[in-house]
């Protein structure tokens, strides 16, 4: 990330904006070769996805009266300098995109561009760098005291284990090949296939095989991993096909991906709102069912592979645990795309911290709460994510 935020910055102040696009950062930043596809490699993007969430806690804290700002907004590669306006600091979270009374600093000026850029990067460097998770990365965590703290205090104890269940890919691409949905209790009792052993001993086997999971999971897995902090010992990965009922019922759990990827999830359907089925007959498309509409919401989104908008939904969901004393933690997508930008918005403080709040109790820990994201992939690779509905429960 450090050449990453040097290199749009010295790019823009050099007149080059345009220059900034996927395939020249992954060229000259990460020496993908000249002909890397972002398509298949998401290096860029999901570097530009943590360094716009180290530049948003940085001046969330420290970085909060800092005379220079430097943000790199959503859809584009393109930095952005603005000079604040003095303000006394206060416990107020900025958002990076609405700089109130900022200047912004045209790259066509050289003499100011520089020495901004020397605040901002040269003189600043260290302590923005060191944010960035650079040099000190147990900084990048939410402020003590926080609904986000609290948060992840419940979820991540130190009194007690905490689960993280890998979707297994291996499951989705063995029902698109025999277009024949797992139930529960076949994929539960490890009996996936039994009755098509004759029939199709190749697709079976190679099921079996198949210990698949998507990079997102890695992502999430990193991501929590920061998090254990109480008890770093204590927090472990678990494949979903090596998990068994009793696992759920001891532990915390955090259950990555949608039912059909993870079918550990539908344990937990009772008590959401919010569902993502997959039908493995239409190989492309997912309905997301809204059980108790809102006034402007709708009952259902039906989302396409092929969706000509680029759209696609995700949902986290936080709810009590199947023992009935510990927390369990939702977070899936009807695409890797879906289900990444639903992992950045809650590791994110600066959006999940609104959320915590509404489900903040009155003795300050946090109750269950769902929320369901819509994400639209840009030209650029880059996802904008917006918040469709939101649920939460106090009791």
Same mark, same amino acid.
């Given at each position: 990330?450090?050449?990453?935020?040097?290199?749009?910055?010295? #790019?823009?102040?050099? &007149?080059?904006? /345009? !220059? +900034?696009?996927?395939?020249?950062?992954?060229?000259? %930043?990460?020496?993908?070769? =000249?002909?890397?596809?972002?398509?298949?490699?998401?290096?860029?993007?999901?570097?530009?996805?943590?360094?716009?969430?180290?530049?948003?806690?940085?001046?969330?804290?420290?970085?909060?009266?800092?005379?220079?700002?430097?943000?790199?907004?959503?859809?584009?590669?393109?930095?952005?300098?603005?000079?604040?306006?003095?303000?006394?600091?206060?416990?107020?979270?900025?958002?990076?995109?609405?700089?109130?009374?900022?200047?912004?600093?045209?790259?066509?000026?050289?003499?100011?561009?520089?020495?901004?850029?020397?605040?901002?990067?040269?003189?600043?460097?260290?302590?923005?760098?060191?944010?960035?998770?650079?040099?000190?990365?147990?900084?990048?965590?939410?402020?003590?005291?926080?609904?986000?703290?609290?948060?992840?205090? #419940?979820?991540?104890? &130190?009194?007690? /284990? !905490? +689960?993280?269940?890998?979707?297994?890919?291996?499951? %989705?691409?063995?029902?698109? =090949?025999?277009?024949?949905?797992?139930?529960?209790?076949?994929?539960?009792?490890?009996?996936?296939?039994?009755?098509?052993?004759?029939?199709?001993?190749?697709?079976?086997?190679?099921?079996?095989?198949?210990?698949?999971?998507?990079?997102?999971?890695?992502?999430?897995?990193?991501?929590?991993?920061?998090?254990?902090?109480?008890?770093?010992?204590?927090?472990?990965?678990?494949?979903?096909?090596?998990?068994?009922?009793?696992?759920?019922?001891?532990?915390?759990?955090?259950?990555?991906?949608?039912?059909?990827?993870?079918?550990?999830?539908?344990?937990?359907?009772?008590?959401?709102?919010?569902?993502?089925?997959?039908?493995?007959?239409?190989?492309?498309?997912?309905?997301?069912?809204?059980?108790?509409?809102?006034?402007?919401?709708?009952?259902?989104?039906?989302?396409?592979?092929?969706?000509?908008?680029?759209?696609?939904?995700?949902?986290?969901?936080?709810?009590?645990?199947?023992?009935?004393?510990?927390?369990?933690?939702?977070?899936?997508?009807?695409?890797?795309?879906?289900?990444?930008?639903?992992?950045?918005?809650?590791?994110?403080?600066?959006?999940?911290?609104?959320?915590?709040?509404?489900?903040?109790?009155?003795?300050?820990?946090?109750?269950?709460?769902?929320?369901?994201?819509?994400?639209?992939?840009?030209?650029?690779?880059?996802?904008?994510?917006?918040?469709?509905?939101?649920?939460?429960?106090?009791?």
């Amino acid at each position: 990330m450090t050449s990453f935020l040097r290199y749009v910055c010295l #790019a823009a102040l050099h &007149g080059q904006a /345009d !220059t +900034l696009c996927e395939q020249h950062i992954g060229v000259n %930043v990460f020496d993908r070769p =000249e002909h890397f596809n972002p398509a298949d490699d998401t290096i860029v993007r999901t570097s530009a996805r943590l360094l716009r969430q180290r530049l948003d806690q940085y001046y969330a804290g420290e970085g909060l009266a800092d005379p220079v700002r430097i943000a790199i907004p959503r859809g584009a590669y393109v930095p952005v300098f603005v000079t604040a306006a003095p303000e006394p600091v206060t416990d107020a979270v900025p958002e990076p995109a609405a700089l109130a009374g900022a200047e912004a600093l045209a790259p066509a000026a050289p003499s100011r561009p520089w020495r901004r850029l020397g605040l901002a990067v040269g003189g600043g460097a260290l302590l923005l760098l060191a944010w960035a998770g650079l040099a000190f990365p147990w900084r990048t965590g939410p402020a003590p005291g926080s609904a986000t703290s609290a948060f992840w205090a #419940a979820l991540m104890p &130190g009194d007690r /284990d !905490t +689960l993280f269940v890998v979707p297994d890919t291996g499951l %989705v691409l063995y029902q698109l =090949e025999t277009r024949r949905a797992v139930t529960q209790d076949e994929y539960f009792a490890s009996r996936v296939g039994e009755g098509a052993v004759q029939a199709e001993p190749d697709r079976v086997a190679q099921f079996r095989a198949r210990r698949y999971t998507g990079m997102s999971s890695v992502q999430l897995a990193a991501e929590l991993g920061k998090r254990a902090t109480a008890a770093p010992g204590r927090f472990h990965v678990r494949f979903a096909r090596d998990l068994a009922l009793v696992d759920l019922k001891r532990a915390n759990v955090v259950v990555g991906g949608v039912a059909q990827a993870n079918p550990w999830w539908e344990l937990f359907r009772p008590q959401m709102n919010f569902h993502i089925d997959w039908d493995p007959r239409n190989t492309g498309q997912f309905l997301i069912r809204n059980d108790h509409p809102r006034t402007g919401e709708q009952a259902t989104y039906e989302f396409e592979i092929d969706d000509p908008h680029k759209r696609g939904f995700a949902t986290i969901a936080y709810t009590h645990g199947l023992g009935g004393d510990g927390r369990a933690l939702l977070v899936g997508g009807t695409t890797s795309a879906g289900t990444e930008a639903a992992i950045e918005f809650l590791v994110n403080p600066v959006h999940i911290e609104p959320v915590l709040r509404q489900a903040t109790r009155p003795d300050g820990s946090i109750g269950d709460f769902e929320v369901l994201l819509q994400c639209v992939l840009q030209a650029n690779g880059s996802t904008d994510t917006q918040v469709v509905a939101l649920r939460t429960r106090h009791e």
